[in-house]
């Protein structure tokens, strides 16, 4: 019994993690790739040997993090309002579902 609720902790250990703090770190590097695609910190980076990456890459990238980020948003939404209404979310197709509890 006790292993079983050692297991329960490590998921939702490991789902806090993922969601407390992945999501607000993916939104960051999406704001920091829009933010240096507009030139904020060029002068940072204004050496010989210093990497730069194209604005267009850039853009696309912080694009992609806003992505995810509301995507998951939208799913944890979606669950909500699935139990709010009695029912739950099936995954079994490529968009998430309602279907009534069994």
Request: net charge negative.
């Amino acid at each position: 019994m006790f292993m079983l609720f050692l297991e329960a902790a490590a998921q939702v250990a490991v789902i806090a993690l993922v969601l407390g703090a992945g999501l607000p770190a993916l939104f960051a590097l999406g704001v920091r790739s829009f933010a240096v695609a507009g030139g904020a910190g060029s002068e940072d980076r204004s050496g010989p040997g210093s990497p730069t990456l194209p604005s267009g890459l850039l853009r696309a990238i912080g694009v992609l993090c806003f992505a995810v980020v509301v995507a998951a948003v939208l799913v944890g939404l979606t669950i909500i309002v699935a139990t709010g209404l009695g029912q739950e979310v099936s995954f079994d197709h490529v968009f998430p579902t309602f279907t009534p509890k069994d």
